[in-house]
């Protein structure tokens, strides 16, 4: 599939289209032409459905935000698996705007332009295509493995570890990760680190943005700095830990598993609790720091 574009659209190879869930039509429909096409009608469906069925997609002219968000995901509610299938690639000859491939689980992104950040999901690997650079989802680079592709330096892939250290700002790192995993930032994170992990760790040294942990269904998300409002909202199971101080509305709509962090308070249903020896010997593990600091956390259950 080939579209040409006069202007930036967003959303382009949108699993979620906008995360239809939440605007109900009011952003856009599956089913709208997507503007500013050069000689072509395509829908925003016609250009998912076509990378379902493993052709590539490629885009003349600069691309918006959210370019393949969810990439790669046969979403639930669309009747969906929920799992990870296999889809075509995206080649992009032009720019692309912030939040390229949040969530983002499998497939390629290949853009000849510049990337803004945020980026999603996503990490650099050695492109096979002469001009372009290439982009995998870090979830499928750790639990399916590089392949034939290397990463780009700094970031370094041991096993199962991955070591994330090329500054740049992600959203959604780890998303829905269901294998044993470790996968370390250096440095900052933006929104919802972890979201919807089954399996695995995410650490980061820095900071992070609102919603990390979101929809966390097991494995564990750390974060030795500060975090923006609603961590842990609408968490399932696993461990959220947080080094440094969470903005408001901690666990909003938690319905199972536990954070642990300090100088915030319990939002209903979640219950505050005193950390005990296991707890503090988790905690001093992770953040490294001694038991008598640990002590001073609360654990949200």
Known sequence: MELELSAPVDCVADFTYNFYWQHRGSMLEPSDRIPHQEGSGYTYRDVVEALKRGDDVYVSGDVGHRLCSSFGVDLHFFSGTGATIPVGDVIVDGN?????????????VYVAGAVKVPIGNVI???????GYR????????????????????PNVLSGKQLT?????????????CACDARICVEGD?????GILMRLGTVIVTGTAGMNSGALLNGGTVIIHGDTDAFAGIDMKSGVLLVGGTPQGYLGANKRGGTIYAR??????????RAVTGNDITLISKHLGISQLHAMMFKKFV
């Open 96 to 108: 692309v705007d912030t939040r390229m491939g949040i969530s983002m689980t499998a497939g390629a």
């Open 124 to 130: 650099e690997v050695a492109s096979d295509r002469s």
């Open 134 to 153: 290439k982009y995998r989802s870090i979830t499928d680079v750790v639990c399916n493995g590089l392949r034939s592709d290397t990463l780009v330096p």
């Open 164 to 176: 994330v250290s090329d500054a740049l700002v992600r959203d959604t790192v780890g998303a829905r």
């Open 189 to 193: 994170v933006d929104l919802s680190t």
């Open 263 to 272: 100088g915030a308070k319990a939002l209903p249903p979640s219950k505050a």
